[in-house]
Nanobody, 115 residues
Framework: EVQLVESGGGLVQPGGSLRLSCAAS????????MTWVRQAPGKGLEWVST????????YNGEFEKGRFTISRDNAKNTLYLQLSSLKTEDTAMYYC????????RGQGTQVTVSS
């Protein structure tokens, strides 16, 4: 059974940082591209970033360059998303997902940016 379990979310002040993790199991993690998506309150899913099986990264161009960094540790079957210089508009549920089809997704981890 494919499982994706996100963690690391929380409440953070504007300008703060968080590191999200996604523990993967039930499939050959190293062989798959992996993606982070997010869903803000009242909005649809929004693509954040993808990292290929070979480590090539791409980011949503709508976000200020350098604020988000995706990475992976294939030895630990874990995907990461470093969030920096957070803004209130980054408040959302963040999901990790397999592949560019975003399927399946985990249950998500909530990030709330507020003073």
């Amino acid at each position: 059974e494919v499982q994706l379990v996100e963690s690391g979310g929380g409440l953070v002040q504007p300008g703060g940082s968080l590191r999200l993790s996604c523990a993967a199991s039930g499939f050959a993690f190293a062989n798959y591209d992996m993606t982070w998506v997010r869903q803000a309150p009242g909005k649809g899913l929004e693509w954040v970033s993808t990292i290929t099986s070979g480590g090539v990264t791409t980011y949503n161009g709508e976000f200020e360059k350098g604020r988000f960094t995706i990475s992976r540790d294939n030895a630990k079957n874990t995907l990461y998303l470093q969030l920096s210089s957070l803004k209130t508009e980054d408040t959302a549920m963040y999901y990790c997902a397999r592949g560019i089809q975003w399927f399946p997704r985990g249950q998500g981890t909530q990030v709330t940016v507020s003073s």
